[in-house]
């Protein structure tokens, strides 16, 4: 039986201010500026995912509804 791989972005499940400051705090534990780098650049994107929900104040069931 082959494992069936689906596409992953970490992006999508930063959704909260809370969740990208946990984030960033593990990253900049190991030290590692390219990993570090990297996260930056994943917490850039979250961020502009989900502007929208953070400046409105809408929560994602919210978002879906209207």
């Known amino acids: 039986m082959t494992e069936e791989f689906f596409p992953f972005d970490p992006a999508e499940a930063l959704d909260s201010?809370?969740?990208?400051?946990?984030?960033l705090a593990d990253i900049f534990k190991t030290g590692n500026e390219d990993i570090i780098a990297k996260a930056l650049s994943?917490?850039?994107?979250?961020k502009s995912m989900h502007k929208l929900e953070w400046d409105t104040e809408l929560i994602p069931e919210d978002a879906q509804s209207k």
Do not use: D, L, N, T
């Open 42 to 46: 994943i917490v850039a994107r979250a």
């Open 17 to 23: 201010k809370e969740a990208i400051e946990y984030f």
